[in-house]
């Protein structure tokens, strides 16, 4: 049965996504020190070469996995503001075929980002645990596909005011582009530190919420 790496062993899989991020604030006493604890297991994992993250190239992205990558606006025009260091779930090709439109839960405020991607996981469920089965487990380039996009979670995205998040990422702009095994998908929504080109978090997400108003 699938379950986040390092998360004690359970039997229910009701608010699974949301019971591991809490486990993991909860074993490092607080949001900053599992943000941190995070970005360090991200850094091992490369400098180790473990294949719960994955390297792979800048023109391949597959959609419904998860990447965190260095990112440089090629545009001009998209650099007076811009995530460095964005953390995106590929939904698919951009219109132009240029890029990808892909959803960086850095954008959303923590507590939003836990339980958009908690309604997420709820919902595929299934098709994570079929694909992290035998030698997929714990190696992020051999799992599959989740057959998602931005189409099939578009009721989710708009729930939870998640199109906050949604932005298109050039080709060329990317580098070091890591894909994320779907056991560790908790570990990455901790992750807080300010990457953020133009704009604090804090002024990021304070948007968020201006943007929810907005929408109404």
């Known amino acids: 049965m699938f379950n986040y790496a390092g998360v004690n062993s359970t039997l229910s899989t009701i608010n699974i996504f949301e019971r591991a991020v809490d486990e993991l604030v909860s074993t490092y006493r607080s949001p900053q020190r599992a943000s941190k604890a995070s970005e360090d297991w991200i850094d091992d994992m490369i400098q180790e ?7 792979v190239s800048a023109n391949r992205f597959t959609t419904g996995k998860l990447y965190h990558f260095d990112y440089y606006p090629t545009l001009e025009s998209s650099r007076d503001l811009y995530d460095s260091k964005p953390i995106v779930i590929s939904l698919g090709s951009d219109e132009k075929g240029t890029g990808d439109l892909g959803l960086n839960i850095r954008f959303l405020p923590f507590e939003v980002r836990k339980k958009f991607l908690n309604a997420v996981v709820s919902a595929i469920y299934g098709r994570l645990d079929a694909a992290t089965q035998g030698q997929r487990q714990l190696k992020a380039r051999l799992q599959s596909n ?4 931005y189409y099939s979670l578009k ?9 906050y998040a949604v932005r298109d990422y050039l080709k060329p702009g990317r580098r070091n582009v890591k894909v994320i095994s779907y056991e560790n998908w908790h570990r990455m929504a ?3 530190s300010d990457t953020f080109v133009g704009e604090s978090n804090t002024v990021i997400h304070s948007q968020f919420y201006q943007y929810i108003i907005n929408k109404k």
Do not use: E, F, S, W
């Open 146 to 149: 989740l057959n998602i996009d």
């Open 190 to 192: 901790c992750i807080d």
């Open 49 to 55: 070469g473990n294949p719960q993250v994955g390297d």
């Open 155 to 163: 009721p989710l995205i708009d729930r939870y005011g998640a199109g």
